[in-house]
């Protein structure tokens, strides 16, 4: 019989400072694997009720998803600098420091959220406009994204709750509440996409409104977890005065993060701009395999956060070589996992595409997109290893480099190019390149361990002068 409590582990249960290294990397990397899971299982969902109303409403949620990571990504930065904060004072040991820069971090992420989350409201049609969305698919999109961007708080605070938890060790709480909150959302996306039982139909604007609904529960009870300090992290009223020193250390951090981000996000709102000059089979497909390959690179991405606390809390604990051996391990473990995931995708690619759609010709886009980008899948996985090595180390600008070198400098020139001389098949081959070409950036820039050095002379600087104010101290005090 399957004992969950030897899968499963919280924070008190796990050292991540200390002897192994693959053990707590598995038992902080598994909650998250599967909160990410979960998360996507929200666009998922989705997509699979969606794509029963029409092949146009199915483009309309190709085109917003990026366009909701866009929005996130600008305001996730808060979210990342809060979760090395955290992560870095808990290796340290000062735990009012970690109560102090959680509580800051909520609530000013709450406010970027709100801010961003009006902006966006007004901002939708023009960016559908900009990207090429055609006539019959730009209503659909701005009805479902005018609904999220609203509930942007919902969504972004949900996420930052999941990244303080994880700064500080703690995955498995998150896991158990993103599970609820994402039951409840598959339980009620049909009642309200097709107007079952007292439900009125609201078609794809249903899926927004049921999305932001249960987003909305998941951050009243990770607020509730937060302000109760069940779970060993608490956060505290007296703490969210801002603190403007804080914010200049936490947008230090953020900024770069949110840039690493929000090229992501521009990054495939360009490639739908020239996706969008095909026919809408063909950006339909493209939406279904982009989904697909979210979801089965979500053990990377765990892996990657899970360096990034792990990296962030021994560097507080001052072990500077085993925060660089941890992250040779965890990408070596997902160059291999994620290659053979790619094997596994390869050959079943259009059954997994025939989930989400029956249209034959999107059936056929879809894989074929997927069986070019499968085998790459462990260059990928390994690359964003290393940039989690590097956010957990507070370097988030050298994240963002190697993010926007690859999708700004590679990927999107490539698919211009290549669309134009190879048709659709081209935009494959350019993420084909660009996944390649990534880990070679990210391996060679980790490897010059410049990163390290840097941040044991700034600790080294710091200690000089905390001992020069405490010499001046005895001797005025003499």
């Known amino acids: 019989m399957l004992n969950i409590k030897k899968i499963f582990r919280s924070k008190k249960d796990i050292n991540l400072t200390s002897g192994s290294l693959i053990k707590p990397l598995f038992y902080l990397s598994l909650p998250v694997i599967i909160t990410n899971l979960l998360r996507t299982a929200y666009s998922l969902t989705d997509t699979f009720w969606v794509g029963r109303l029409s092949k146009e409403a199915l483009a309309a949620i190709t085109f917003s998803y990026p366009i909701v990571f866009l929005f996130i990504a600008l305001g996730m ?53 900009l990207l090429g969305a055609s006539p019959d698919v730009v209503p659909l999109a701005t009805s479902y994204l005018q609904v999220v961007t609203l509930g942007l708080f919902a969504l972004f605070g949900f996420s930052v709750f999941i990244a303080l938890m994880r700064g500080f060790g703690e995955t498995l709480t998150p896991m158990l509440v993103m599970l609820f909150s994402v039951a409840l959302n598959i339980l009620i996306d049909p009642f309200l996409i097709f107007g079952w039982f007292w439900f009125p139909q609201m078609g794809i604007q249903g899926a927004a409104i049921a999305t932001v609904f249960c987003r909305g529960l998941g951050l009243l009870a990770g607020l509730w977890i937060l302000f109760t300090g069940r779970k060993g ?21 953020g900024i770069p993060a949110s840039i690493e981000g929000t090229g992501r996000a521009v990054s495939v709102n360009a490639l739908l701009s020239v996706v969008g000059g095909f026919a ?36 507080g604990a001052q072990r500077f070589d085993r925060a660089e051996r941890a992250n040779y391990v965890a990408a070596l473990g997902m160059f291999f996992a994620m290659t053979l995931l790619g094997v ?9 595409v025939s989930i989400f759609t ?64 190879l048709g659709r098949t081209g935009i494959w081959w350019a993420f084909v390149i660009s996944n390649v070409a990534g880990l070679f950036i990210a391996y060679s820039w980790f490897r010059q361990g410049t990163w390290k050095r840097k941040i044991i002379d700034e600790q080294a600087e710091k200690g000089e002068v905390a001992e020069e104010l405490s010499t001046l101290e005895e001797t005025i005090t003499e």
Request: avoid cysteine.
């Open 358 to 421: 029956t249209n034959e010709q999107v059936i056929s886009v879809g894989s074929e997109f997927l069986k070019y980008i499968s085998l790459t899948f462990g260059f990928v996985g390994s690359a964003r290893v290393f940039s989690g090595g590097f956010r957990g180390a507070g370097k988030t600008m050298v994240a963002a480099a190697i993010a926007v070198l690859i999708l700004g400098a590679i990927r999107y020139p490539s698919a211009l190019v290549l669309s134009r001389r």
């Open 280 to 315: 809408t089979s063909v950006v339909a497909g493209y939406g279904i395999g982009i989904r697909v390959f979210s979801t089965v690179f979500l053990p990377a991405l765990a892996v990657s956060r899970s360096v990034e606390t792990m990296t962030g809390q021994n560097i």
């Open 233 to 253: 992290l608490q956060i505290h009223l007296s703490y969210m005065k801002p603190d403007f020193r804080l914010f200049k250390k936490i947008f230090g951090i």
């Open 77 to 129: 930065g808060v979210a990342v600098a809060g979760s090395v904060l955290v992560a870095q004072h808990e290796g340290a040991g000062d735990r009012k420091d970690v109560e102090y820069a959680a509580s800051q971090t909520i609530a000013f992420s709450l406010a970027v959220a709100i801010v961003l989350g009006v902006g966006g409201f007004f901002l939708v049609k023009p960016v559908l406009h």
């Open 344 to 352: 596994g995708v390869f050959f079943l690619s259009p059954f997994i």
